[in-house]
């Protein structure tokens, strides 16, 4: 779904709330203000099922990719706009008592969402810096060049270093130890490589060391439960809206840590949504698609189930193998083998740099509806109580 | 003549070359240090004699290998030094020439690759130890980082020489705003004096230093290991600059960690940012951008990525606690620490704008500007609950004697405090006005406060209705008119809400006075200036006799003397007025009864004995009303 949908949509909202204000103004009969009500609410449920299904109806080959991703991101942007403005045509009610409390504890959870937005910012940018160096790979076997020695150190310390940087935190150092061991036997060129480990530098995160987007995760998802019938009954409705909404941010949270590399990253959420909710089946298919991919063996360590990432190692692995093992002048059978690599490494690295911006605009715009979405929450909270 | 004699130096050059070169490799370096010398002496020029009939392609790709061998043995030389280069200047700039004649050998044959195997065989090779060179330069590109860094470091005691501005680092001086301080367990830490102005640079490194790194920057941009320079350019200095925040007292917080600290905490935090914000933007990354464009003078496009890798992390770690905070709690004790970061954001506006510009940048910057504004949201939700707080605040038991409320006092003085940035509100709230334009001419600050002012009013007469005395309440909102608009006229909230609206609201204070004197007073005015007419008014529909009146007279006046003497009126001015319109009210009317009363033909001579006040009594007892009772006369105020 392009990115514009759901400033088309706005466009449409505000046109939905004018019909809606005529409605009630033409219509005394509060029959008819309770009908518009309920369609609001089920309209609200199938456009999220819709979107989800839609999503879920992805191939293998295109989960967790960045324009999987993005259309995620998309679908959460809609979700969130048509859920604001639930809040808003009820505004009457949703901030009294027992919605008040309902809305607050949205409100608590999406703030917790900023602080992984701006952590999976701080991972598109490590993706940014591996990005750089896959680069200097590309540049080093370079398609026009002979490919000779030279540029094969030239390369083999860039995959090095991306190496490094694509570990995930917790086995850095060990790993240090161990690459330093693979790659840098032979002769004295590759002892000067051996130099150049330590000075590597990651980058270094916006949170503090003690950070965990893992936890962060479960804050988010901590007590969350589908509204009992009481409650619903209560709340004419609107409690099923905020249950979906906290569960869409939960998901969306949850597969962008599990998407895009951050602090201390964890997938172990507890997803249980009632089934009963059209939208449930394809999110709980979705979480346990992405759980799959966790699982299987080379991806169990990745900093990053994102599908570049993964075609990313792929590439820059079998590169440093071959520029370990690879015997001058190359054969043309091996030479080919290199270039068919950096071919493919060369489309990854194009994907990535047409997404990455996209994306990074996208998150700081889930950030900003989040914030916005809250802030105007807070001021109506204000304003209805002074209608008491 | 000149072309002869110019074949005359080169057959000459030939032949010492011949002569002096005991083999090929020797005879080809002396080559090489001709053609250095002067550029008459081209490696081409030379060889051609030398290869003499030999065919053009192999001349060509025997030239090459020569020059090659040759640079070879100069590159390879330093590829594997064991000691830092740049330690000795004629070391690195021998270095540096061979590069550079690498890098031009291998331009000059590269288009002849494609058509010569042995040319491009040698260009491989050429490659390959390009490829040394340039691991070497990126290395000692490094140490010249990092040395640059600690030889500065302690040099710092001593004052800097290559500041551009004056820091005085004196380590005698006991001030607390030092900018840079190590922290350490080191005695020599020097301490600066506080900063009252931020247009000052550091260099962070010596000028050799900048020079030297310059030049290397050059090779690697010309040898196509821009790229790498550049990360390893940014990898220093962004260590540095990360330490450098963390040294100013930036912690890195989430937006949780923040919006759950406790607000003192969170003052001191944005206490600190502010300063930290001040130095980064003014400063640190100023100091980074010259550096950068110094490093990569010439590659305008390397120094703008470079220097948006440094400080890119800091900047968020500044932009995010901004965010943190502008979304925080609106809980109105925070407006003025609000309204001081505002100010800190707006004022290095052009800072982010003259640092964050460039094509990388620019999302940082616009990052910068939407915080901002959303800063301005804050204040102006601070301002929302302000006014949701005073509309809720409830009427629990009445102030005691019709006293001053304390939500007058801290609403006045909370506004009064406020219009001390009236400046920035007005900013604040013009923000606002632009997306709904109203046709209101004031300014939207005074509408605000105006409004304000009208809640408070509404809440103090929901309160005054709990007084059970109509003129309690009176005197109540009086008591509290009377406040609010002394503090409006004595500060900045008057020229904000004019005098129009002070105007008006002293006549209010007029209309409570009178309200209070027509609920107290008009009974017993009445009867005392009633005829003995039959339109006279009366008391239970009977007309009284002038005795009846006179009896009412006195235990009225007396009763309600001795409530009201309990009663205060805080402000002494406001109190005597009252009193002096009281006895202009009062005394004459009374005059003129006890006059009537004294010649009235039913009571006749025992007239006296029912007079209890005498003039001088009535005056007394007008004059010890509103002190609040004994016990707290005068403790009004």
């Known amino acids: ?388 | 003549m000149d072309d002869n004699g110019e074949e005359k130096l080169m057959a000459m050059a030939r032949h010492i070359a011949k002569t002096l070169g005991h083999n090929e490799s020797m005879a080809d370096d002396i080559f090489q240090i001709f053609s250095n010398f002067d550029g008459r002496f081209s490696r081409d020029k030379l060889s051609e004699k030398i290869s003499g009939a030999a065919g053009d392609d192999l001349r060509d790709s025997a030239s090459l290998k020569q020059t090659l061998d040759y640079l070879e043995r100069q590159v390879s030389q330093y590829v594997v030094a064991d000691h830092p280069i740049w330690s000795d200047s004629v070391d690195s700039s021998a270095f540096l020439d061979s590069i550079d004649e690498l890098i031009a050998t291998i331009r000059d044959w590269n288009p002849m690759a494609s058509a010569d195997k042995s040319i491009s065989a040698c260009l491989v090779r050429a490659e390959d130890f390009m490829q040394q060179a340039m691991f070497r330069l990126e290395e000692e590109f490094r140490l010249l980082m990092e040395r640059g860094c600690e030889s500065f470091e302690l040099a710092r005691p001593y004052g800097n020489g290559e500041s551009t501005g004056n820091v005085s680092l004196d380590s005698d001086d006991d001030d607390e705003e030092a900018i840079i301080t190590n922290g350490e367990d080191h005695n020599q830490i020097p301490v600066a004096q506080p900063l009252t102005h931020y247009n000052i640079l550091i260099d962070a490194l010596p000028s050799g230093t900048i020079n030297d790194l310059h030049e290397i920057a050059k090779r690697m941009v010309a040898a196509g290991f821009g790229k790498e320079c550049s990360h390893v350019y940014s990898s220093c200095r962004r260590e540095f600059l990360e330490e450098s925040m963390s040294r100013l007292g930036m912690q890195k917080l989430s937006m949780e960690e923040v919006q759950r600290m406790p607000w003192q905490d969170l003052e001191d935090e944005i206490d600190k940012w502010i300063k930290a914000a001040n130095v980064a933007l003014r400063i640190l990354f100023p100091s980074e951008r010259r550096l950068c464009d110094r490093v990569f003078f010439g590659f305008s496009s390397a120094a703008d990525l470079s220097f948006m890798e440094v400080c890119r992390g800091s900047m968020v770690q500044i932009l995010n606690f901004a965010d943190a905070v502008a979304i925080g709690s609106r809980s109105p004790e925070r407006l003025f620490k609000l309204l001081d970061f505002f100010e800190t954001l707006r004022d290095l506006m052009p800072d982010f704008e003259s640092n964050f510009s460039d094509q990388y940048c620019l999302v940082l910057r616009n990052d910068a500007v939407a915080i901002w504004k959303r800063l301005g949201e804050a204040i102006r939700g601070i301002f929302m609950e302000l006014q949701n707080l005073i509309r809720r605040d409830p009427a629990k038991a009445p102030v005691p004697r019709g006293g001053l409320h304390p939500i007058t006092r801290y609403v006045m003085n909370y506004l009064r405090a406020a219009c001390r940035s009236s400046q920035t509100l007005e900013q604040v709230f013009e923000e606002n006005v632009k997306l709904i334009p109203s046709e209101d001419s004031s300014s939207s600050l005074s509408v605000q406060i105006a409004w304000i002012m009208e809640l408070l009013e509404s809440n103090l007469q929901m309160k005054s209705k709990i007084y059970g005395d109509s003129a309690l309440c009176s005197l109540f909102m009086m008591n509290n008119g009377r406040y609010i608009v002394q503090k409006v006229n004595d500060s900045q909230l008057g020229s904000l809400l004019g005098d129009d609206w002070i105007r008006k609201h002293t006549a209010k204070i007029k209309q409570f006075q009178m309200s209070y004197q027509r609920s107290s007073w008009n009974k017993v005015l009445g009867i005392l200036r009633a005829d003995n007419g039959p339109a006279a008014p009366n008391v239970g529909g009977n007309s009284l006799s002038m005795k009846e009146k006179m009896m009412f007279f006195n235990s009225h006046f007396e009763e309600t003397c001795k409530t009201q003497s309990h009663w205060i009126i805080f402000d002494e001015q406001l109190r005597k007025e009252l009193r002096i319109s009281l006895a202009n009210l009062l005394l004459p009317a009374y005059v003129n009864f006890i006059r009537r009363f004294q010649n009235s033909p039913e009571l006749g001579k025992r007239a006296d004995k029912y007079i209890k006040y005498t003039l001088k009594d009535i005056e007394a007892h007008i004059n010890v009303l509103f002190q609040g009772g004994s016990e707290s006369a005068g403790s009004g105020k």
């Open chain 1, 1 to 388: 779904m392009p990115a514009t949908d759901y400033q088309g949509l706005s466009a449409s909202i505000s046109r939905s709330i004018l019909s809606l204000r005529r409605d009630q103004i033409h219509s005394m009969e509060p029959t008819h203000e309770a009908s518009g009500h309920d369609l609001e609410l089920e309209a609200f449920q199938r456009q999220v099922a819709d979107r989800f299904l839609d999503l879920s109806s992805v191939g293998s080959d295109d989960l967790l990719s960045l324009s999987w991703i993005r259309k995620l991101l998309d679908s959460f942007l809609c979700c969130q706009e048509e859920f604001r403005v639930i809040l808003f045509n009820n505004r009457s009610q949703v901030y009294k008592a027992p919605l008040d409390r309902l809305i607050n504890d949205f409100f608590e959870r999406s703030v917790k969402a900023l602080d992984l937005c701006n952590a999976i910012r701080d991972g598109i940018e490590q993706i940014r810096e591996w990005k750089k160096l896959i680069e200097i790979v590309l540049c080093a076997l370079d398609n026009r060049r002979i490919l000779g020695e030279g540029q094969f150190r030239r390369a083999k310390k860039a995959l090095i270093d991306l190496a490094l940087s694509m570990l995930d935190e917790r086995e850095s150092t060990a790993a240090l130890a161990h690459r330093n061991r693979s790659f840098g036997r032979q002769n004295a060129a590759s002892s000067r490589d051996h130099r150049n480990f330590g000075h590597f530098r990651s980058l270094s995160w916006s949170v503090s060391r003690s950070w965990s987007a893992a936890r962060q995760l479960q804050a988010i998802g901590n007590n969350l439960a589908a509204p009992k019938a009481n409650e619903i009954v209560a709340t004419n409705g609107i409690a099923v809206a905020v249950y979906t909404m906290n569960s869409i941010l939960l998901f969306v949270m949850w597969a962008l840590v599990a998407a895009i590399p951050c602090q201390d990253r964890g997938l172990q959420v507890h997803f249980s949504i009632p089934r009963q909710f059209s939208w449930a089946v394809p999110i709980l298919s979705l979480h346990e698609r992405v759980l799959e991919e966790s699982r299987k063996r080379d991806r169990r360590n990745a900093c990053g189930l994102l599908r570049e990432i993964y075609q990313m190692d792929k590439c820059t692995k079998a590169l440093a193998e071959m520029a370990d093992s690879v015997q001058f002048p190359l054969t043309e059978e091996k030479e080919a083998e290199v270039r068919l690599r950096v071919q493919e490494l060369g489309k990854v690295c194009e994907v990535i740099k047409e997404a990455l911006d996209p994306l990074e605009r996208q998150v700081r715009d889930v950030f900003h509806r989040i914030v916005h979405s809250r802030t105007e929450g807070l001021d109506s909270l204000g304003r209805v109580n002074h209608n008491d």
